[in-house]
């Protein structure tokens, strides 16, 4: 229940964000509010996961042979199944021993941050981005220098300036592709410049890809790890957005990295400790996990495309027949858009947290305002 009056704390979370929207309902408002506050699939009917996947649950319970503890890093045949789910797009294959599974893709952000952090260094995160990630470098006292996404241009890379914020403490850059929140694809050669720049600045690029496949525009979706020959790559995924499930906590974090350096520089071997003391994704959802990646069928990967690029289409053109929103760039893969706010349009706006504020309370709208993933006078859209 919201009340009359408008609360102004500010929010520091998307989290938070959604919370302090809903308080703002109107509470005389009768109409079921609508959000579009968080990328949960699972939420709508049209997004239930595959047979296959609820299938391989049910015999991973009935098998009685997931109901220990796992194994560090996870037990071996899920991380060989990821290890060749992964593989499928490479020109090498991965190993089993390059795989770590997590308890979902921000435990793996989470452990990746914190094995790369040490005292001085700082990390490149992109604007807008997905804010969690900051957090994990705010945690373990990374100095966070941010770079643009070029909107004109597809929302890609400003290499130049990562190139004029680099120096010798940077310890890594952060791609996110299929963007989050931008709804961005890079394509082959954007992806080559990265590596290429990574490679001259001696840095690590690790690649937020938990949207990975889920691409509905021109360009198809190219792994980061294509390009580990080039520079090493630490890659985070997840079946939480591909097939729809969220809440089963399954994550992984691979080194990709055939040159070997990871493990020269015991980024490895640091992970491995870390996980010792960390919570593990349920042995159960392990155990399901072979048949899910192996079995699961392109059709069902179709039909959740072909709602998404639906969705998008009626967004799309809607969105276009508003005059105080422009869109930069149509979205190309993952669930979000982000549009600008042109506030010289709008009457006592002051900026996109008052705009969200005033469509809570006055049209029961959940959208989030742009700040919350660092770019100001925006709002994120969410596809769903």
Same mark, same amino acid.
């Given at each position: 229940?919201?009340?009359?009056?408008?609360?102004?704390?500010?929010?520091?979370?998307?989290?938070?964000?959604?919370?302090?929207?809903?308080?703002? @309902?109107?509470?005389?408002?009768?109409?079921?509010?609508?959000?579009?506050?968080?990328?949960?699939?699972?939420?709508?009917?049209?997004?239930?996961?595959?047979?296959?996947?609820?299938?391989?649950?049910?015999?991973?319970?009935?098998?009685?042979?997931?109901?220990?503890?796992?194994?560090?890093?996870? *037990?071996?045949?899920?991380?060989?199944?990821?290890?060749?789910?992964?593989?499928?797009?490479?020109?090498?294959?991965?190993?089993?021993?390059?795989?770590?599974?997590?308890?979902?893709?921000?435990?793996?952000?989470?452990?990746?941050?914190?094995?790369?952090?040490?005292?001085?260094? %700082?990390?490149?995160?992109?604007?807008?981005?997905?804010?969690?990630?900051?957090?994990?470098?705010?945690?373990?006292?990374?100095? +966070?220098?941010?770079?643009?996404?070029?909107?004109?241009?597809?929302?890609?890379?400003?290499?130049?300036?990562?190139?004029?914020?680099?120096?010798?403490?940077?310890?890594?850059?952060?791609?996110?592709?299929?963007?989050?929140?931008?709804?961005?694809?890079?394509?082959?050669?954007?992806? %080559?410049?990265?590596?290429?720049?990574?490679?001259? @600045?001696?840095?690590?690029?690790?690649?937020?890809?938990?949207?990975?496949?889920?691409?509905?525009?021109?360009?198809?979706?190219?792994?980061?790890?294509?390009?580990?020959?080039?520079?090493?790559?630490?890659?985070?995924?997840?079946?939480?957005?591909?097939?729809?499930?969220?809440?089963?906590?399954?994550?992984?974090?691979?080194?990709?990295?055939?040159?070997?350096?990871?493990?020269?520089?015991?980024?490895?071997?640091?992970?491995?400790?870390?996980?010792?003391?960390?919570?593990?994704?349920?042995?159960?959802?392990?155990?399901?996990?072979?048949?899910?990646?192996?079995?699961?069928?392109?059709?069902?990967?179709?039909?959740? *495309?072909?709602?998404?690029?639906?969705?998008?289409? +009626?967004?799309?053109?809607?969105?276009?027949?508003?005059?105080?929103?422009?869109?930069?760039?149509?979205?190309?893969?993952?669930?979000?858009?982000?549009?600008?706010?042109?506030?010289?349009?709008?009457?006592?706006?002051?900026?996109?947290?008052?705009?969200?504020?005033?469509?809570?309370?006055?049209?029961?709208? *959940?959208?989030?305002?742009?700040?919350?993933?660092?770019?100001?006078?925006?709002?994120?859209?969410? @596809?769903?």
């Amino acid at each position: 229940m919201g009340t009359n009056v408008l609360k102004t704390e500010t929010p520091t979370s998307i989290d938070d964000a959604v919370y302090f929207l809903k308080e703002n @309902l109107n509470e005389g408002d009768h109409r079921p509010s609508i959000s579009f506050g968080f990328g949960d699939p699972s939420c709508f009917e049209c997004f239930r996961t595959t047979p296959v996947a609820e299938e391989a649950i049910v015999e991973a319970v009935r098998s009685a042979k997931f109901n220990s503890y796992a194994p560090t890093g996870g *037990i071996l045949p899920a991380r060989r199944a990821v290890a060749d789910y992964l593989s499928r797009d490479l020109p090498y294959r991965l190993s089993p021993d390059d795989v770590y599974l997590t308890l979902g893709c921000n435990q793996a952000a989470e452990i990746t941050i914190e094995v790369l952090a040490r005292p001085g260094a %700082n990390i490149l995160l992109p604007r807008p981005g997905y804010p969690d990630i900051e957090a994990y470098a705010i945690f373990n006292k990374l100095e +966070i220098r941010q770079f643009d996404l070029l909107p004109e241009r597809g929302w890609e890379v400003d290499l130049d300036t990562i190139e004029a914020m680099s120096d010798e403490s940077t310890v890594a850059m952060v791609i996110i592709n299929p963007g989050n929140p931008s709804g961005s694809v890079y394509t082959y050669n954007h992806l %080559n410049k990265i590596a290429e720049t990574a490679r001259k @600045l001696g840095i690590v690029v690790i690649a937020d890809e938990v949207y990975g496949h889920l691409v509905y525009g021109s360009n198809p979706f190219v792994p980061m790890s294509l390009f580990a020959t080039i520079v090493p790559v630490i890659t985070l995924g997840s079946v939480s957005k591909r097939w729809m499930i969220p809440g089963w906590g399954l994550g992984w974090l691979v080194t990709c990295d055939p040159s070997g350096l990871l493990r020269k520089d015991e980024i490895a071997e640091s992970i491995n400790k870390l996980l010792v003391y960390s919570p593990f994704p349920p042995t159960l959802i392990q155990g399901a996990i072979p048949q899910i990646l192996e079995k699961t069928t392109q059709d069902f990967f179709s039909k959740t *495309i072909n709602i998404l690029r639906k969705n998008l289409e +009626i967004c799309y053109d809607k969105l276009k027949e508003i005059p105080c929103i422009m869109i930069p760039q149509k979205p190309e893969g993952a669930f979000f858009a982000m549009v600008e706010l042109n506030l010289l349009l709008l009457e006592d706006i002051e900026d996109d947290m008052e705009f969200c504020l005033k469509l809570a309370k006055e049209e029961s709208l *959940i959208i989030l305002p742009g700040v919350t993933v660092g770019l100001k006078n925006y709002i994120n859209y969410i @596809l769903l």
